[in-house]
């Protein structure tokens, strides 16, 4: 986690790498905005739960996460289900992860997709990460 993110901001940083990776697009398709706001919730999660353990918060690690599938995705999903961390943020994202998951798989590797795109174009441009917002 960033040194110069106050206590509490953890939530506002998450939100601001995502939407720095996906901002949005008014010229698109109610669709694909739809689409890129699942993407985006599924980056938050994944950036408040690395903040949450500890472990560093970069692309590679948010895209390590994205391309859990099967038992491991389902075991990771539950693990952050239980969480606790940031007033119960992580738990409430991954709740929503896993009704995406399980009713719409299809939704699930569409946002997947268009994440891990926009990450592979962050890694590329050299982006930092995660985006620490302006006070």
């Not at 901001?9 to 669709?31: G, H, I, Q, W, Y």
């Not at 289900?81 to 738990?91: I, L, Q």
């Amino acid at each position: 986690m960033p040194e110069a993110t106050p206590a509490g901001d953890e939530k506002k940083v998450a939100r601001t790498t995502m939407f720095s990776l996906l901002p949005k697009n008014p010229d698109v398709s109610s669709a694909e905005r739809f689409f890129e706001q699942l993407a985006r919730s599924r980056g938050e999660l994944e950036v408040l739960a690395l903040m949450a353990s500890g472990e560093p918060v970069t692309l590679a690690a948010v895209r390590k996460r994205l391309l859990l599938t099967g038992d491991e995705l389902r075991s990771h999903v539950e693990a952050l289900k239980a969480s606790d961390a940031f007033g119960g943020e992580v738990a409430r994202l991954a709740r929503a992860l896993s009704e995406e998951v399980t009713l719409a798989p299809e939704q699930h590797a569409a946002s997947v997709s268009i994440l891990t795109a926009a990450i592979e174009g962050a890694i590329t441009a050299k982006i930092p990460f995660p985006v620490v917002p302006k006070s």
